[in-house]
DNA sequence: CAAAGTCAAGAGCAGTGCTCTCAATTGTTG
DNA sequence: CAACAATTGAGAGCACTGCTCTTGACTTTG
């Protein structure tokens, strides 16, 4: 098989190229409705031809594995949720570096809520014998954390962020916080970053406890209150 | 493992229910293998016969139906974990809340990463089409919280739980707590029971980044330290 | 000892991912 | 415009899945 659409640049030439990209867009949202209605691992590449009007061995002729039709759902979902927090982020004024933090978690929880199986595609427990190319998934996955840094970064330049926590820490973490620094081009300092890292995995730890339904049928009827709650408490702990 | 077949106290008589339950217990444990090496998703009913040395529709006697078999192994997994967390919680005298509370951390992260599948099947996003029965996995699936709100309610007892955050909270979220409160027979208020919830839910949603992969590959390559420095601020911020 | 209860096996149904061949359509080019 | 070649869809087929049903054999019990 040739350049599976040998557009380079992106751009879509003869009119083949054109039925081409159009299939295959059609088969990643019909994909993404059986994703959204049956979860990931019962995604059906059978079931998406059917949608499609189309025999199942046609499919194979647009994306070549059910895996790399996860893929490309992996990165299509990673792009949604990461566009609606961009959204959501920059409808706060950069220097209320606290609300865009809440308005960060708000649209998170949002984007999970409404599209469970999509969240739980991005951050529930592998699909086995699935492994996400590195090399197209890094970089629309890493969205959302570079948000949260940017935002650190941001309220540490205007020195709005407290203080928090000892002054030095053990040095292999301080190693890898220092490459991190390196890496997303920011000057937070050591024990700050740790606690973004916390205040990050902490959001979606709670989010996931919601959407996964792992908080008892009922145990909490304000669940709105409750994430309040966390935000307030999770800026805190960031220093904003 | 209980007898789990149909005699109703949990007594076995007849050698025809010794051999079934005998049979089930050799199920479970198969498995429970299966699922440790590819996953909940690929749990397969017939491998799981092969490896018993049976056909398939032999193991139908024992157990149902898959989904039965993902919640008799669900039922496992809860247990295991928590006999791991109560062993580890239990060794920590019980005055010093805070180490508990770090014993309980390190028990669940160490459990997590030892069996990333079953801790999948338990944390992660939903088996999609399954249910668990809520009459069946409660009970075994609330021992981690119930022993966290055991430490916790133990140091407020003890008059050694910081007081953190607002006197008050919204009325919803006060009276859900209130709530919690009445069924677990605890007293601590309800400021620090929020808290106390936050730090769960964070407490899962570090294991979980860690064990489903969400760090870039190499972003951490000192693990340990970071998590222990969750530890102390996850219960700093609980007021152990 | 015979009836009742239990069990494993096998066939079969509907579904899955994926490969291969073959014919037809379609776009490009001489 | 006609001939060629690239592209496409259909269909058959393989090996797998969960699950059901029937059949024959076995074990326990009355």
Redesign the pocket.
Known sequence: ???T??TVGGEI?????R??AQ?IADIIRLGRQHLAEHGAA?????????D??????????????????LTLLLVDAYNDLGDTVDAAVGSVPAEESRGRFAALARAVRGWALREPARYGLLFGSPVPGYQAPAERTTAPGTRVVNSLVEILNAAHRAGRLAERGPSSLPVPLAADLEAIRRELNVEVPDALLARGTLVWTSLFGAVSFEVFGQYGAGTFSAPDELFEHHIAVLADLAGL
């Open positions: 098989m040739r350049a659409s040998q030439r003869t009119p083949r190229e039925a081409r299939t019962a995604l059906s590449l059978r079931a998406v031809a059917r499609l009007g189309v025999v199942s061995s046609a499919v194979y002729r647009y994306v070549g594995s059910r895996d790399e039709l």
